[in-house]
């Protein structure tokens, strides 16, 4: 791997061989999504606690501190709406000139395998990490949205992750599952999962994140499950505590529960 690529893989995934990446990118097709009407605000009390801001080039000039000092992934597909016609008829959006401009870490595209525009969204990610190779910059893949949330299971999943490896995707966004090492054991690069629709409780978020960090994925791509949360710094933080303290459930619902105490601190627990 180029030092360029190799470089910014190492800020996006941290010594530990883990990473919390933070999605903001719903609006591009949902718009003003509940949490995330003024993202520049949702953001602020996040950030210290992510690893990476996954976001559009709109949102990212008109909201977000050029001085962030977190690595950018940059969404660089979209072009439908969810009133539209159909959500995976997809195109890529932004130029990789714009990405070298705004000096991401990587670049992310969305791909909808089993789909009438199936075909497309995997050439669009063949071109994308085409034009990643020449700058060195990574691409994350990211399956399964919309409609395809209906195929959460380990077969799809798998199918999906895989696909997108092989096209040359350096990590893949998917979403955790029943079976989920079946998944991560299927892909040569490093999984993420993220959250989908915000979930009853806490409590189930941070089992199966801690089931799938337990089953092979590097981390989290989780969005909604925190900013849309009553209680999203506690909830970035109890995630924070599975995903690099190898943390047991358990000890990050005490995490959640000291910080949305008001204690920064948690007594049986690194900080
Ligand atoms: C939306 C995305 C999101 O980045 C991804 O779905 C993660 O967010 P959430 O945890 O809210 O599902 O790609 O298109």
């Given at each position: 791997m180029d030092w360029g690529m190799a470089n910014r893989m190492a800020r996006l995934i941290q010594p530990d061989g883990h990473c919390m990446f933070l999605p903001i990118d719903h609006g591009y097709f949902q718009g003003p999504t509940r949490m995330l009407e003024q993202?520049?605000?949702?953001?602020?009390?996040?950030?210290?606690?992510?690893?990476?801001?996954?976001?559009t080039r709109g949102v990212l000039r008109a909201v977000v501190d050029p001085a962030l000092d977190k690595p950018v992934i940059l969404r660089m597909s979209?072009?439908?709406s969810m009133v539209g016609a159909d959500l995976a008829n997809e195109g890529i959006t932004t130029s990789m000139d714009d990405a070298v401009r705004l000096n991401v870490a990587a670049v992310g595209i969305s791909v909808f395998i089993g789909t009438e525009f199936e075909k497309e969204s995997l050439l669009n990610l063949g071109k994308l990490v085409d034009e990643g190779e020449k700058y060195g910059i990574p691409v994350m893949a990211v399956t399964a949205v919309g409609k395809e949330l209906e195929k959460r299971d380990a077969r799809y999943l798998s199918l999906c992750t895989r696909i997108c490896a092989e096209l040359g995707a350096k990590v893949v966004k998917t979403y955790w599952c029943e079976d989920f090492g079946k998944v991560v054991g299927g892909c040569p690069v490093p999984v993420v999962m993220a959250g989908g629709p915000q979930a009853d409780t806490e409590r189930e978020v941070l089992e199966f994140v801690k089931d799938g960090m337990d089953n092979g994925s590097i981390g989290i791509n989780l969005g909604r499950n925190i900013w849309q949360s009553e209680h999203p710094v506690p909830m970035i933080r109890a995630l924070r505590h599975i995903?690099?303290?190898?943390?047991?459930?358990?000890?990050?619902?005490?995490?959640?529960?000291?910080?949305?105490a008001g204690n920064g601190r948690v007594a049986s627990v690194p900080a």
């Open positions: 993202p520049g605000e949702t953001i602020k009390p996040l950030l210290p606690y992510a690893d990476a801001l996954f976001v979209g072009g439908t995903v690099h303290e190898n943390g047991t459930v358990a000890e990050a619902q005490e995490v959640f529960d000291s910080v949305k």
